[in-house]
């Protein structure tokens, strides 16, 4: 009985988490700030004058370092589907919200068990509840995480080179500052240590 009750909490805290989280857009507001709407304008770039973009906008804290443009990418159809309109947009982070907290559940669930994926979807919820309400790029990379760590954990326990290079698929997709400073030390390490 303990357990169900502890289960139902954690079911309602998650609920409630996502209901949060969807407070903005349910009022029909986003917090448009300044990478929101530079991420509009180089959505509706792609849409009308460039439909092949090979990198994103620029990384405001580095000199000509760019962020990728799977964010802009991903948003698009919720973009053109709304017809520019930010409400829709936003909808859609709602649903990428939910998308994550099943992803981390499944992988919680898969490494360890269905306690620690209930715990990580908890804390995952918690800590991004404000996300929905006006996310940018970075919060993409969120979205990967606990699929690069699934692969990466796989590749560590199991030595198989696929898990090792989906891991490193994913790794790219990673925030720009993680993928110029990282990224050459990571390679390298799982290079000579796999040969």
């Given at each position: 009985m303990k357990k169900k009750i502890i289960l139902y909490l954690f079911l309602f805290l998650i609920g409630l988490c996502i209901i949060?989280?969807?407070?903005?857009v349910i009022n029909g507001d986003i917090l448009f700030y300044s990478d929101i709407a530079r991420d509009f304008l180089l959505m509706e770039d792609i849409l009308y004058n460039k439909p092949i973009a090979l990198i994103g906008p620029r990384s405001g804290a580095i000199s000509g370092v760019f962020h990728g443009?799977?964010?802009l990418y991903l948003?698009?159809?919720a973009f053109i589907l709304g017809k520019g309109n930010p409400i829709i947009v936003g909808w859609f982070w709602v649903l990428l919200y939910i998308i994550n907290l099943i992803i981390t559940y499944k992988i919680g669930k898969l490494l360890f068990d269905k306690h620690i994926g209930?715990?990580?979807t908890l804390?995952?919820?918690l800590t991004t509840i404000s996300f929905p309400a006006g996310p940018s790029n970075p919060v993409g990379a969120l979205i990967l995480s606990p699929i690069f760590f699934y692969f990466l954990i796989s590749?560590?326990?199991q030595k198989k080179i696929k898990f090792l290079l989906i891991s490193l698929f994913i790794f790219r997709f990673n925030h720009p500052i993680s993928n110029s400073l990282w990224r050459p030390g990571f390679d390298s390490y799982f290079y000579f240590n796999s040969i």
């Open positions: 949060l989280a969807s407070w903005f443009p799977l964010w948003n698009l159809p209930l715990i990580a804390i995952v919820a590749y560590l326990k």
